[in-house]
């Protein structure tokens, strides 16, 4: 693999990072305001601020889970119109991410390898 690709897996990791700890630490607050303003909120506020609430919560809390997947989501809107990580977006999973770039790049140089043939 050339160095623009290590440079475009370099890029794609350390966005995927800060992504999944940005929607990590964002779910993190809201779900903390919530708790703490939960109780304030039984006694004055209309049953649908209520309701919304306990609906938000739990899309949070399964958000939480999927937290790598969401943030890969967004990774590949954020720099899938670049030409140089476009091609390498395609064939990468989550999972792949995981691993450290040696291994990421034997394996993306054999995927390219196959798809070049």
């Known amino acids: 693999m050339s ?4 440079e475009a897996i370099r890029r794609i990791k350390k966005s995927h990072e800060n992504l999944v700890v940005t929607l990590g630490i964002t779910i993190g607050v809201v779900l903390g305001i919530y708790f ?4 304030a909120l039984i006694d004055s506020a209309r049953p649908y601020v209520i309701q ?11 958000a939480l889970f999927y937290v790598k997947q969401i943030a890969f989501f967004f990774t590949r809107r954020l720099l899938g119109r670049k030409a140089e990580c476009k091609a390498l977006l395609a064939l990468l999973v989550v999972a792949d ?4 770039e040696q ?10 390898g196959a798809t070049l043939e």
């Open 36 to 39: 703490f303003t939960f109780a």
């Open 52 to 62: 919304f609430m306990m609906v938000t919560t739990v899309l949070l809390v399964v």
């Open 103 to 112: 291994q990421l790049e034997q394996q993306l140089g054999l995927k390219l």
């Open 97 to 100: 991410l995981a691993k450290d």
């Open 3 to 6: 160095e623009q690709q290590l």
